[in-house]
């Protein structure tokens, strides 16, 4: 693979190092993911009601998160060329008008498919405005502390997973899946309006110029990324949206199970903030496959579960791995192609976990209707992961131009 015209630390102003400016937009970064994801990732929590409302099984009722995550990844590559073009306060309110639109949509829906259109586009355009612009934003405003700024920004994601799920929970129990929706559709376009006063495009990285993008496409390290990326996304929406279930079915209360999503989140937080410290001293790349084998490795975890607290140390293994995985995404795409188009980048890399999420929850639901347990469903999502670990082995630095 070709590297890039220059290295990436080669072209960042003294005005991208710990700026005011930069910090600031971590800030709206943090807030932003955790409005959208928070979100997002509290859908297990309404799966149950939903699916008892409507009458659908495990595969139909799953498939509005994965048309959801569908979305918000194939629309990255979108996202991400709009914040290139126009900076990020013009796709954040795109992001707050989506979400208050659908949520509020999705709140008045009388069929299933309705609710495929209105949660899915809804949603999934809000989290595709709110994730790939802001962290190449981010991205795009510091240098040496590159990582430490992506892990605080991202660990928005986890925070939000931890605060919101077990809150709908609770919604759902006193006001109904619908009232919430309607909720968490107000509030949570007013915090992403607040996020689009705030945030501001980064200074333009002279010098630094991507490869084409059908080059780019054959390179090496971009397949074996995008491979990865396809397999480990269709393991892991499974438990964001089947593990309150499988909890409930094993006697949990309904808050409980809707908290183990939550503590995903917050062992994400860990995962996204000590990684993203250690990979800028022992390597962006290594520590990134690292995350993988760990997410690989929670999976045989889960499936040996037998009881809630062998779950909540399921969801600890698998939330520092996908934090960290997360966290240093974009990091790793900076380090193989450069800083200039970042979002663009990185919105393409994410293409392969729009089709691995949308395939994921489906292909588990179906599994579990057909075989009357979680556990097949489980064992295919461990070796989906463990191929996306195999998958990165070959993955190397390029060398300075």
Known sequence: MAPPTSSPTDVAGPALVDSARGWRNVGAAFVSMFVVFGVAYSFGAFFAPMSEEFG?????????FSITAFCYFALGSVSGWAVDRVGPRPVLLVGAAALGIGLLATAQVEALW?????????VGVAVACGYVPMVAVVGGW???????????AVAGIG???LAIAPLAALLIERVGWRTTFVVFGVVGAVALVGCALVATKPPEHDGDVPPPLRRLVRTPAFVWLWVSALLLSSALFVPFVFLPAFATDLGVASVAAATLVGLIGMASVVGRLATGVLADYLGRIRTYQACVAIMAASYLVWLTAPSYWALVAFTIVLGVGYGGWVALGPAVVAELFGLRGLGRLVGLTYTAAAVGSLAGPPLAGVIIDATGTYRWAIAVSLALASGAFLVLLPLRRPAAA
């Open 56 to 64: 659908t099984g495990s595969g139909a009722t799953s498939a509005v």
């Open 114 to 122: 309705l609710g495929y259109l209105s949660y899915g586009l809804g």
């Open 142 to 152: 510091f240098e040496r502390r590159r990582g430490v700024a992506l892990g605080l």
């Open 159 to 161: 925070v939000g997973t």
